[in-house]
């Protein structure tokens, strides 16, 4: 374990109060991209969702996700994973983006995740919309296709939109796979559901080898099994990890541009990502939380919790390539509340 630098650790709530200071993500210190300090995983906002087809919004995500991540403790009480402790994890605030270019866009946010990946920062992208992944991915598998694991009510295999457009949030995977981002073999959707436009979808997918878990597959298993599937796909190589909140059911999480109904509970979703932990995740995201929609800022809440979530699975790994044995709450002396 290295020694624990303490301006990477949160405030504890017994001290400084979760409404007050300034609402960083997590209440974790700034940094920036050109001068990251020694940051290993580094949480950045794209506030950004110009590439939405119908319902806008997700550009407040970021804001909305800062604001309610003052709740975050210190520990996972359920895995006892104590991730800032186990890496230094800072905000890197938003990213620089164009809202009415979506060509500049990609091409600025790639270039911001390139400067972390050089700067040795692993990244955890709030968004923003899902068409976001792709600049990420295209910046994270300069040295080879990366695995992939998405949660999600939607494939976003399709080709084009609106005769023609093909840098949409319901195609960024299709992207990658044409790119040589994600390996398709080591590519898996879980969750997928509701109507659709046609099925070129899941043709591309069949065709491609990506695997997909329906949600009624998922129902029809047990939660175990499918994340057993999930590891034993990915295996043992660097993995992208990708959630949209809308793949929790919206009775629990409507603030969304695209809500499915008949989705994971919030409970689902986190032990989903606890039972990622000991894969080699290389970058995450977390998209499409639309506040506009939700004015209880539950859907917010929920998209920040899981984070916390991907946070100690990522930073385990962060850990574990270092050569470095993660941290469980037993090995600090005060967790905090």
Known sequence: MIPVDPRY??????????FAGIATTMRLPLRNVADPQGAEIGILGVPWDGGTTNRPG???GPRALRDLSTMIRMVNQATRAAPFHTA??????DATVNLTDVGQTMTLVEDQFSAL???????????GDHLLSLPALRAMAKDGALGFVHFDAHTDLFDSYFGGMRLTHGTPFRRAVEEGLIDPQRMIQIGIRGTTADGSDRAFAAAQGIRIITIEEF?????????AEVRTRVGSRPTYLSFDIDGIDPAFAPGTGTPEIGGFTPFEAQCMIRALDGLDIVAADLVEVAPPFDATGMTAWIGVSIMFEILCVTANAVARRAGRKPV?????????V
Do not use: K
């Open 9 to 18: 650790l949160p405030p504890s709530a017994m001290e400084v109060p979760r």
């Open 58 to 60: 997700a550009r407040h």
């Open 88 to 93: 230094r994890i800072a905000d890197f605030g």
């Open 117 to 127: 990946r050089t700067a040795g920062v692993t990244p955890l992208m709030m968004g």
């Open 219 to 227: 129902r029809q298993r047990s939660l175990a099994d499918v994340m």
């Open 328 to 336: 469980i709450c037993e090995d600090i002396p005060d967790p905090g």
